[in-house]
């Protein structure tokens, strides 16, 4: 129901505020598994997926844990690689589950690409190395290759070593199994589809408030189409991106107390240059060069986008007080609470090579920053490419006993005591691990659901759900059955 001049009310089962891929995710599930309950997606800006899901502010990687080095900066330990493995699978799960019932339609937001990782010197290889042996004895990653010959390597990627001279040690491993997602697409699918079971998408609605009824619901608040609106909520999440800390605040959720966010932006060289694209099929990323933070580490990419193919290299930091691309310098002013300072300078105080990293990227010139291109593409030429913006992120910094603040990689779910409202905070890897996110959303918040009338469907569309560690035969035969369905190659 669309709001005019004057005060509208209405009720739901579920609210979701925002039209990104968190919030999409949520409500397939829901629309799915509860068909009769009445949900509606607000979405404060004119179109879906067009903050952090959108194709080109994110590098539409599906996170698997095959090449991002960072997942597993001790080679002993491949406990966070392993679980973001099987966090994605379970997203390939939920999709291909949709795509089996005529849902979606996958091909139009995944396809198969090789994910690589590619290491100079000594150190780096002696890492890699050492990763990919610990890493192969695990049933997710029993596919991974390791080469340190230059001529394997260049025919996995072959721009990487085309008129490279090789003076020293040099590395990859290769998963052929990786994947490239365009999540914004994809959002774009999840909201058609609950719309198509009943729900209700509003754009251009303005959350401004959020406030606890006697009865255990919500009102959401907030202004729409130059009047205002009012709903009336059992459940609300709070998918919105980098303005979600925000209005936990002003729903006062006691469970955020202290928390803060820190606005990250990005950028990233791209051409769509036939002769060059056509050379490189693959995704490899690098590693991280000293001082600078986990979520900078280097990636040469291949990105189909609206018909056309393109390559991204990246990510180069920027810095801006926004915490939405389409947001405004005073967002994160309206973040700062008396109870969230303290932490948010423990927290910088705590990385100030966080602070030197981003000063450098700022002040670095466009041909300065080229140079970490020609790393990965030897015979790249500046005035083949562009610099492009990528987005704004918000990254969360949360309360520590001992440290005062820490600074917190990656997502995390928020909900309330009694199960009325959740969010998700923070950022990547947090698209490729949303089904998996919804996975422990759902049970903290619908946990009567959960266990009784969702429970047939829930374990059709994830056999293997309950279990945090999966033998070969269950993960090959999930591997091939989500190819199957989603078209990839098995």
Same mark, same amino acid.
């Given at each position: ?39 509606? +997606? !607000? ?46 699978? +379970? ?18 937001? !995944? ?13 780096? !290889? ?8 610990? +890493? ?82 919500? /009102? /959401? ?39 803060? !966010? ?23 990323y690098g590693q991280s060069a000293d001082g600078a ?64 990293? +981003?000063?450098?990227? &700022? ?18 030429r500046l005035e083949d490419w562009e610099l492009t ?75 293997? &759900? ?8 269950? /993960? ?15």
């Amino acid at each position: 129901m669309a709001t005019t001049g004057t005060l509208s009310t209405d009720d739901a089962d579920v609210v979701l505020i925002g039209g990104g891929i968190m919030s999409a995710t949520l409500g397939s599930m829901l629309a799915v598994l509860q068909p009769d309950w009445r949900v509606i +997606l !607000v979405e404060k800006a004119d179109a879906i997926g067009v903050e952090s899901s959108d194709t080109w502010n994110n590098a539409g990687t599906g996170h698997a844990g095959f090449c991002e080095l960072n997942y597993m900066p001790d080679v002993t330990d491949g406990r966070k690689a392993e679980d973001i493995a099987r966090q994605f699978q +379970l997203s390939r799960q939920w999709w291909a589950f949709l795509a089996e019932k005529g849902l979606i339609d996958p091909q139009s937001f !995944v396809r198969t690409t090789p994910h690589l990782a590619m290491v100079f010197g000594a150190r780096d !290889v002696e890492y890699l190395r050492a990763r990919s042996a610990q +890493l192969q004895t695990q049933p997710q990653f029993a596919d991974l290759e390791y080469s340190e010959d230059p001529a394997v390597i260049a025919e996995w990627a072959p721009l990487t070593m085309a008129g490279r001279t090789v003076d020293g040690p040099i590395a990859a491993s290769r998963h052929v199994g990786g994947t490239d997602v365009d999540y914004g697409t994809l959002s774009r699918a999840l909201v058609e589809l609950i719309r198509s079971r009943g729900g209700d998408i509003r754009l251009e609605h303005d959350v401004r408030t959020l406030t606890k009824q006697p009865d255990g619901g919500w /009102v /959401v608040a907030g202004r729409a189409n130059g009047g205002r609106f009012s709903i009336k909520a059992k459940h609300v999440f709070v998918g919105a991106g980098g303005f979600a800390l925000r209005l936990l605040q002003r729903a006062h959720l006691p469970e955020v107390k202290g928390y803060g !966010v820190l606005p990250v932006g990005a950028a990233f060289f791209r051409t769509e240059k036939a002769d060059i694209v056509k050379r490189h099929e693959v995704k490899v990323y690098g590693q991280s060069a000293d001082g600078a933070p986990p979520m900078s580490i280097p990636h040469l990419d291949r990105r189909p986008v609206d018909g056309s193919d393109y390559l991204i290299f990246g990510p180069y930091a920027t810095f801006s007080t926004k915490l939405l691309t389409r947001g405004k310098l005073t967002d994160f002013f309206t973040t700062l609470r008396w109870h969230n300072l303290h932490v948010m300078a423990a927290a910088l105080l705590q990385n100030l090579g966080l602070i030197r990293y +981003l000063v450098g990227q &700022l002040t670095a010139s466009p041909k300065k920053k080229f140079r970490q291109v020609t790393d990965y593409f030897p015979t790249a030429r500046l005035e083949d490419w562009e610099l492009t913006f990528a987005g704004q992120r918000a990254q969360l910094v949360v309360p520590v006993t001992g440290k005062v603040g820490m600074l917190k990689l990656g997502t995390e779910l928020v909900t309330s005591a009694d199960g009325s409202m959740s969010a998700l905070l923070g950022a990547s890897p947090g698209a490729s691990t949303a089904v998996a996110i919804m996975l422990d959303l759902l049970p903290r918040c619908f946990p009567a659901q959960w266990s009784g009338a969702w429970s047939a469907m829930l374990h059709e569309a994830f056999p293997e &759900l309950g279990n945090t560690a999966w033998n070969a035969d269950e /993960v090959q035969a999930s591997f091939a059955r989500t190819a199957e369905a989603l078209k990839l190659r098995k």
